[in-house]
Protein backbone atom coordinates (compact mmCIF):
# COMPACT_ATOMS: atom_id res chain seq x y z
CA UNK A 1 0.00 0.00 0.00
CA UNK A 2 1.25 3.31 -0.86
CA UNK A 3 2.49 5.68 1.72
CA UNK A 4 -0.08 8.68 2.26
CA UNK A 5 3.08 10.80 3.05
CA UNK A 6 6.25 11.68 1.17
CA UNK A 7 9.39 13.33 2.48
CA UNK A 8 10.96 15.98 0.22
CA UNK A 9 14.78 17.03 0.31
CA UNK A 10 15.67 20.26 -1.68
CA UNK A 11 19.54 20.44 -2.79
CA UNK A 12 21.66 23.69 -4.14
CA UNK A 13 24.60 23.30 -6.05
CA UNK A 14 27.88 22.30 -3.74
CA UNK A 15 29.68 19.53 -3.29
CA UNK A 16 29.50 16.82 -1.25
CA UNK A 17 31.56 16.92 2.49
CA UNK A 18 31.77 14.64 5.74
CA UNK A 19 33.32 11.52 5.92
CA UNK A 20 35.96 10.19 3.91
CA UNK A 21 35.80 7.67 0.60
CA UNK A 22 35.90 4.35 3.18
CA UNK A 23 32.78 6.06 5.16
CA UNK A 24 31.07 6.61 1.66
CA UNK A 25 31.70 3.04 0.68
CA UNK A 26 30.18 1.96 3.63
CA UNK A 27 26.74 3.91 3.84
CA UNK A 28 26.73 2.49 0.25
CA UNK A 29 27.13 -0.78 0.73
CA UNK A 30 24.99 -1.14 4.03
CA UNK A 31 21.96 -0.68 1.80
CA UNK A 32 22.30 -3.53 -0.16
CA UNK A 33 20.90 -6.03 2.82
CA UNK A 34 17.26 -4.12 2.35
CA UNK A 35 14.10 -5.77 1.18
CA UNK A 36 13.01 -5.24 -2.29
CA UNK A 37 9.27 -5.31 -0.82
CA UNK A 38 10.29 -2.12 1.41
CA UNK A 39 12.01 0.00 -1.63
CA UNK A 40 10.41 3.22 -2.00
CA UNK A 41 10.44 5.43 -4.87
CA UNK A 42 12.58 8.58 -4.57
CA UNK A 43 12.46 11.72 -7.20
CA UNK A 44 15.49 13.19 -7.65
CA UNK A 45 15.53 16.64 -9.10
CA UNK A 46 18.95 18.11 -9.76
CA UNK A 47 19.70 21.02 -12.39
CA UNK A 48 23.77 19.38 -11.94
CA UNK A 49 24.45 16.07 -13.67
CA UNK A 50 27.61 15.04 -11.73
CA UNK A 51 25.54 15.82 -7.88
CA UNK A 52 22.40 13.77 -9.58
CA UNK A 53 24.19 10.69 -10.57
CA UNK A 54 26.20 10.74 -7.31
CA UNK A 55 22.70 11.11 -5.56
CA UNK A 56 21.14 8.65 -7.93
CA UNK A 57 24.09 5.94 -7.02
CA UNK A 58 23.64 6.50 -3.31
CA UNK A 59 19.85 5.93 -2.78
CA UNK A 60 19.90 3.47 -4.98
CA UNK A 61 22.77 1.84 -2.86
CA UNK A 62 20.25 2.27 0.30
CA UNK A 63 17.46 0.60 -1.04
CA UNK A 64 15.25 3.39 -2.43
CA UNK A 65 13.79 3.19 -6.50
CA UNK A 66 14.69 6.32 -8.10
CA UNK A 67 13.33 8.09 -10.42
CA UNK A 68 15.09 11.46 -12.23
CA UNK A 69 13.82 15.06 -13.11
CA UNK A 70 16.36 17.64 -14.86
CA UNK A 71 14.27 20.69 -13.65
CA UNK A 72 11.59 22.26 -11.29
CA UNK A 73 8.34 21.87 -13.90
CA UNK A 74 9.29 18.53 -14.27
CA UNK A 75 9.62 17.76 -10.45
CA UNK A 76 6.38 19.55 -9.95
CA UNK A 77 4.30 17.62 -12.44
CA UNK A 78 5.87 13.97 -11.21
CA UNK A 79 4.82 15.35 -7.20
CA UNK A 80 1.00 15.94 -8.77
CA UNK A 81 0.76 12.57 -10.20
CA UNK A 82 -1.76 10.18 -8.89
CA UNK A 83 0.77 7.95 -7.96
CA UNK A 84 3.57 10.21 -6.81
CA UNK A 85 6.93 8.70 -5.59
CA UNK A 86 7.13 8.52 -1.80
CA UNK A 87 10.38 10.35 -1.41
CA UNK A 88 11.90 13.41 -3.58
CA UNK A 89 14.84 14.75 -3.61
CA UNK A 90 15.09 18.61 -4.68
CA UNK A 91 17.64 21.27 -6.03
CA UNK A 92 16.88 24.94 -4.34
CA UNK A 93 17.46 26.08 -7.48
CA UNK A 94 16.81 24.12 -10.26
CA UNK A 95 15.80 25.72 -13.88
CA UNK A 96 11.79 26.97 -14.85
CA UNK A 97 11.06 26.62 -10.88
CA UNK A 98 13.21 26.21 -8.00
CA UNK A 99 12.73 23.52 -4.96
CA UNK A 100 11.38 26.37 -2.47
CA UNK A 101 8.58 27.19 -4.48
CA UNK A 102 7.80 24.09 -5.08
CA UNK A 103 7.96 23.44 -1.64
CA UNK A 104 5.70 25.99 -1.07
CA UNK A 105 3.15 24.79 -3.41
CA UNK A 106 2.95 21.61 -1.96
CA UNK A 107 1.96 23.15 1.53
CA UNK A 108 -1.03 25.12 -0.46
CA UNK A 109 -2.30 22.00 -1.56
CA UNK A 110 -5.89 21.36 0.78
CA UNK A 111 -6.99 17.68 0.33
CA UNK A 112 -3.88 15.93 0.28
CA UNK A 113 -2.02 13.50 2.18
CA UNK A 114 0.39 15.51 4.34
CA UNK A 115 4.44 15.88 2.81
CA UNK A 116 7.09 15.69 5.36
CA UNK A 117 9.73 18.05 4.29
CA UNK A 118 13.68 18.10 4.26
CA UNK A 119 15.49 21.26 2.97
CA UNK A 120 19.13 20.47 1.96
CA UNK A 121 21.28 23.28 1.00
CA UNK A 122 24.23 25.23 0.87
CA UNK A 123 23.13 27.95 2.43
CA UNK A 124 23.38 28.14 6.10
CA UNK A 125 22.56 31.43 7.41
CA UNK A 126 19.82 32.32 10.01
CA UNK A 127 17.88 33.85 7.57
CA UNK A 128 17.87 31.09 4.90
CA UNK A 129 16.93 28.76 7.30
CA UNK A 130 14.11 30.29 8.62
CA UNK A 131 12.88 31.02 4.86
CA UNK A 132 13.12 26.93 4.17
CA UNK A 133 11.04 26.27 6.96
CA UNK A 134 8.73 29.43 6.49
CA UNK A 135 8.48 27.85 2.72
CA UNK A 136 7.08 25.24 4.35
CA UNK A 137 10.03 22.31 5.26
CA UNK A 138 9.82 20.09 8.35
CA UNK A 139 14.01 19.89 8.99
CA UNK A 140 16.94 21.75 7.23
CA UNK A 141 20.30 20.22 6.65
CA UNK A 142 23.10 22.04 5.67
CA UNK A 143 25.94 20.85 3.26
CA UNK A 144 28.68 20.30 2.75
CA UNK A 145 26.44 17.43 5.15
CA UNK A 146 27.41 14.39 6.78
CA UNK A 147 25.94 11.23 4.95
CA UNK A 148 25.28 9.44 8.05
CA UNK A 149 23.29 12.52 9.26
CA UNK A 150 21.25 12.58 5.88
CA UNK A 151 20.47 8.84 5.74
CA UNK A 152 19.25 9.30 9.30
CA UNK A 153 17.35 11.78 8.60
CA UNK A 154 15.95 9.91 5.63
CA UNK A 155 14.65 7.51 7.98
CA UNK A 156 13.34 9.45 9.90
CA UNK A 157 11.33 10.89 7.76
CA UNK A 158 9.92 7.63 6.35
CA UNK A 159 9.02 6.76 9.99
CA UNK A 160 6.99 10.35 9.94
CA UNK A 161 5.62 8.74 6.60
CA UNK A 162 4.69 5.46 8.02
CA UNK A 163 3.03 7.07 10.78
CA UNK A 164 0.87 9.10 8.87
CA UNK A 165 -0.61 6.29 6.85
CA UNK A 166 -1.12 4.39 10.02
CA UNK A 167 -3.27 7.38 11.49
CA UNK A 168 -4.65 7.40 8.32
CA UNK A 169 -6.07 4.13 8.24
CA UNK A 170 -6.97 4.31 11.55
CA UNK A 171 -8.92 7.20 10.52
CA UNK A 172 -10.99 5.64 7.83
CA UNK A 173 -11.83 2.23 9.68
CA UNK A 174 -13.13 4.60 12.62
CA UNK A 175 -15.09 7.02 9.78
CA UNK A 176 -16.43 3.52 8.37
CA UNK A 177 -17.23 1.25 11.65
CA UNK A 178 -18.72 4.83 12.50
CA UNK A 179 -21.41 4.56 9.46
CA UNK A 180 -22.31 0.64 9.78
CA UNK A 181 -25.25 -1.19 12.16
CA UNK A 182 -22.84 -3.39 14.27
CA UNK A 183 -24.76 -6.51 14.09
CA UNK A 184 -25.74 -6.43 10.42
CA UNK A 185 -22.57 -4.74 8.64
CA UNK A 186 -24.74 -2.78 6.84
CA UNK A 187 -24.92 1.05 6.36
CA UNK A 188 -26.33 2.30 9.46
CA UNK A 189 -30.06 4.64 9.75
CA UNK A 190 -27.93 7.89 9.03
CA UNK A 191 -25.89 7.15 6.33
CA UNK A 192 -28.41 5.10 4.09
CA UNK A 193 -30.90 8.51 4.54
CA UNK A 194 -27.30 10.10 3.46
CA UNK A 195 -26.56 8.09 0.36
CA UNK A 196 -30.47 8.36 -0.49
CA UNK A 197 -30.22 11.89 -0.88
CA UNK A 198 -26.35 11.74 -2.96
CA UNK A 199 -28.05 9.46 -5.51
CA UNK A 200 -31.54 11.66 -5.67
CA UNK A 201 -29.01 14.97 -6.37
CA UNK A 202 -27.32 12.60 -9.14
CA UNK A 203 -30.71 11.24 -10.52
CA UNK A 204 -31.83 14.72 -10.92
CA UNK A 205 -29.22 16.34 -12.04
CA UNK A 206 -28.50 13.32 -14.70
CA UNK A 207 -32.57 13.27 -14.86
CA UNK A 208 -32.65 9.08 -14.59
CA UNK A 209 -35.07 7.12 -12.47
CA UNK A 210 -34.18 5.87 -8.92
CA UNK A 211 -35.92 3.39 -7.19
CA UNK A 212 -36.18 2.56 -3.50
CA UNK A 213 -37.51 -0.41 -1.71
CA UNK A 214 -38.57 -0.37 2.24
CA UNK A 215 -37.97 -3.73 3.33
CA UNK A 216 -39.43 -5.32 6.64
CA UNK A 217 -38.63 -9.06 7.92
CA UNK A 218 -42.52 -10.90 8.48
CA UNK A 219 -43.32 -11.88 12.13
CA UNK A 220 -39.91 -10.29 13.61
CA UNK A 221 -41.50 -9.88 16.74
CA UNK A 222 -42.71 -13.61 16.81
CA UNK A 223 -39.87 -15.04 15.78
CA UNK A 224 -38.05 -12.78 18.83
CA UNK A 225 -40.63 -14.44 21.52
CA UNK A 226 -40.57 -17.63 20.06
CA UNK A 227 -36.83 -18.49 19.82
CA UNK A 228 -34.85 -15.55 21.66
CA UNK A 229 -33.53 -11.92 20.59
CA UNK A 230 -30.26 -14.42 19.84
CA UNK A 231 -31.85 -16.28 17.38
CA UNK A 232 -33.79 -12.76 15.84
CA UNK A 233 -30.15 -11.29 15.50
CA UNK A 234 -29.44 -13.83 13.47
CA UNK A 235 -32.30 -13.68 11.20
CA UNK A 236 -31.46 -10.07 10.80
CA UNK A 237 -27.43 -11.18 9.93
CA UNK A 238 -28.94 -14.16 7.07
CA UNK A 239 -31.58 -11.56 5.41
CA UNK A 240 -28.58 -8.93 5.35
CA UNK A 241 -26.40 -11.80 3.53
CA UNK A 242 -29.03 -12.16 1.63
CA UNK A 243 -30.37 -9.21 0.65
CA UNK A 244 -26.56 -8.15 -0.49
CA UNK A 245 -26.32 -10.79 -2.61
CA UNK A 246 -29.13 -9.84 -4.56
CA UNK A 247 -27.52 -6.06 -5.14
CA UNK A 248 -25.75 -4.65 -8.00
CA UNK A 249 -22.23 -3.02 -7.01
CA UNK A 250 -23.39 0.76 -7.42
CA UNK A 251 -26.79 -0.63 -5.22
CA UNK A 252 -27.02 0.20 -1.28
CA UNK A 253 -28.33 -1.35 0.88
CA UNK A 254 -29.02 -0.33 5.10
CA UNK A 255 -30.66 -0.80 8.12
CA UNK A 256 -33.34 1.30 8.67
CA UNK A 257 -34.09 0.59 12.33
CA UNK A 258 -35.06 -2.95 14.32
CA UNK A 259 -36.18 -5.16 11.36
CA UNK A 260 -36.39 -2.76 8.60
CA UNK A 261 -34.12 -2.46 5.64
CA UNK A 262 -34.00 0.40 3.18
CA UNK A 263 -32.68 -0.30 -0.64
CA UNK A 264 -31.64 2.39 -2.80
CA UNK A 265 -31.23 1.30 -6.90
CA UNK A 266 -30.08 3.84 -9.02
CA UNK A 267 -31.33 3.52 -12.73
CA UNK A 268 -34.43 1.66 -11.88
CA UNK A 269 -38.24 3.00 -13.25
CA UNK A 270 -41.47 0.64 -11.90
CA UNK A 271 -41.03 -2.17 -13.70
CA UNK A 272 -37.54 -2.81 -13.23
CA UNK A 273 -37.66 -1.72 -9.56
CA UNK A 274 -40.38 -4.25 -9.41
CA UNK A 275 -37.95 -7.02 -10.35
CA UNK A 276 -35.55 -6.25 -8.25
CA UNK A 277 -37.77 -6.57 -5.26
CA UNK A 278 -39.28 -9.45 -6.13
CA UNK A 279 -35.56 -11.00 -6.56
CA UNK A 280 -35.20 -9.92 -2.74
CA UNK A 281 -37.82 -11.35 -1.33
CA UNK A 282 -37.55 -14.91 -3.46
CA UNK A 283 -33.85 -14.85 -1.72
CA UNK A 284 -35.84 -15.08 1.56
CA UNK A 285 -38.86 -16.64 0.82
CA UNK A 286 -39.54 -20.50 2.28
CA UNK A 287 -35.58 -20.27 3.07
CA UNK A 288 -35.31 -21.41 6.52
CA UNK A 289 -32.45 -20.64 8.65
CA UNK A 290 -30.86 -23.51 10.58
CA UNK A 291 -30.17 -22.69 14.81
CA UNK A 292 -29.40 -24.65 17.33
CA UNK A 293 -33.28 -24.34 18.00
CA UNK A 294 -34.68 -25.42 15.38
CA UNK A 295 -35.46 -23.81 11.71
CA UNK A 296 -36.84 -20.77 11.56
CA UNK A 297 -39.11 -19.83 8.76
CA UNK A 298 -38.76 -16.40 7.29
CA UNK A 299 -39.99 -14.14 4.53
CA UNK A 300 -39.80 -10.26 3.52
CA UNK A 301 -42.67 -7.49 2.68
CA UNK A 302 -41.67 -4.53 0.55
CA UNK A 303 -42.60 -0.95 -0.04
CA UNK A 304 -41.06 0.04 -3.28
CA UNK A 305 -41.38 3.43 -4.94
CA UNK A 306 -39.59 4.44 -8.09
CA UNK A 307 -39.64 7.53 -10.56
CA UNK A 308 -38.35 8.45 -13.48
CA UNK A 309 -37.52 12.02 -12.38
CA UNK A 310 -37.08 13.11 -8.70
CA UNK A 311 -36.69 16.72 -9.03
CA UNK A 312 -38.83 18.69 -6.43
CA UNK A 313 -38.62 15.33 -4.67
CA UNK A 314 -37.33 15.03 -1.07
CA UNK A 315 -35.61 11.61 0.43
CA UNK A 316 -37.96 12.23 3.58
CA UNK A 317 -40.73 11.61 0.87
CA UNK A 318 -39.97 8.98 -0.96
CA UNK A 319 -39.11 6.90 2.34
CA UNK A 320 -43.02 7.64 3.73
CA UNK A 321 -44.08 6.57 0.51
CA UNK A 322 -42.13 3.52 0.74
CA UNK A 323 -43.16 2.58 3.82
CA UNK A 324 -46.90 3.44 2.99
CA UNK A 325 -46.32 0.62 0.30
CA UNK A 326 -44.79 -1.46 2.67
CA UNK A 327 -47.97 -1.55 5.03
CA UNK A 328 -50.12 -2.32 2.23
CA UNK A 329 -48.03 -5.29 2.10
CA UNK A 330 -48.22 -6.30 5.48
CA UNK A 331 -52.21 -5.64 5.49
CA UNK A 332 -52.03 -7.78 2.01
CA UNK A 333 -50.79 -11.04 3.83
CA UNK A 334 -47.10 -10.05 4.12
CA UNK A 335 -44.75 -12.22 1.75
CA UNK A 336 -45.31 -9.92 -1.03
CA UNK A 337 -44.27 -6.39 -2.78
CA UNK A 338 -46.44 -3.33 -2.89
CA UNK A 339 -45.04 -0.65 -5.46
CA UNK A 340 -46.50 2.38 -5.19
CA UNK A 341 -47.34 4.98 -7.91
CA UNK A 342 -46.62 8.03 -9.07
CA UNK A 343 -50.13 9.78 -7.66
CA UNK A 344 -48.72 8.42 -4.43
CA UNK A 345 -45.60 10.95 -4.49
CA UNK A 346 -47.54 13.59 -5.35
CA UNK A 347 -50.10 13.24 -2.78
CA UNK A 348 -47.58 12.99 -0.40
CA UNK A 349 -45.70 15.98 -1.57
CA UNK A 350 -48.89 17.92 -1.09
CA UNK A 351 -49.75 16.39 1.93
CA UNK A 352 -46.61 17.72 3.49
CA UNK A 353 -46.42 21.28 1.71
CA UNK A 354 -50.38 21.45 3.86
CA UNK A 355 -48.83 19.93 7.12
CA UNK A 356 -46.01 23.03 6.23
CA UNK A 357 -48.64 25.77 5.92
CA UNK A 358 -50.38 24.73 8.81
CA UNK A 359 -47.73 24.49 11.00
CA UNK A 360 -45.88 27.67 9.78
CA UNK A 361 -47.96 30.00 12.56
CA UNK A 362 -47.57 27.69 15.51
CA UNK A 363 -43.76 27.28 15.09
CA UNK A 364 -43.72 30.99 15.40
CA UNK A 365 -45.82 31.00 18.62
CA UNK A 366 -44.14 28.35 19.60
CA UNK A 367 -40.45 30.83 19.11
CA UNK A 368 -42.38 34.00 20.72
CA UNK A 369 -43.70 31.52 23.96
CA UNK A 370 -39.98 30.54 23.99
CA UNK A 371 -38.85 34.37 23.99
CA UNK A 372 -41.43 35.24 25.64
CA UNK A 373 -43.23 32.97 28.54
CA UNK A 374 -46.23 33.87 30.05
CA UNK A 375 -46.57 35.62 33.49
Known sequence: ???????????????????????????????????????????????????????EGFLAKWGYEVMVATEGEEAWGTLQ???????????????????????????????????????LTARGQKEDIV????AGADDYVTKPFDPYELRARLRAGRRIAELQEQLLQAREALRDQASRDPLTDLWNHGTILDILRKEMARASRTHGPLAIAMIDVDRFKLINDTYGHLAGDAVLREASRRLRGAMRTYDSLGRY?????????PGCDPAAAARFAESFRA??????????????????????????DVRDVKA?????????????????GRNRMALATTQDV?????????????QAPDEVLTDLTTLYPPI
Not at 28 to 50: M, Q, W, Y
Open 1 to 55: MALAGAVILMLTSGGLGGPGREAWASLVSSGKSRKRGDTLRVLIAEGDSISRRML
Open 81 to 119: GTDAPRLAVLDWMMPCRDGIDICRSVRQRKGRAYIYIIL
Open 131 to 134: EGLE
Open 257 to 265: GGDEFLAVV
Open 283 to 308: RIDRKALETPDGLIPMTLSLGVVALD
Open 316 to 332: ETLVRVADAALYRAKIA
Open 346 to 358: EKEVSKHLQENEQ
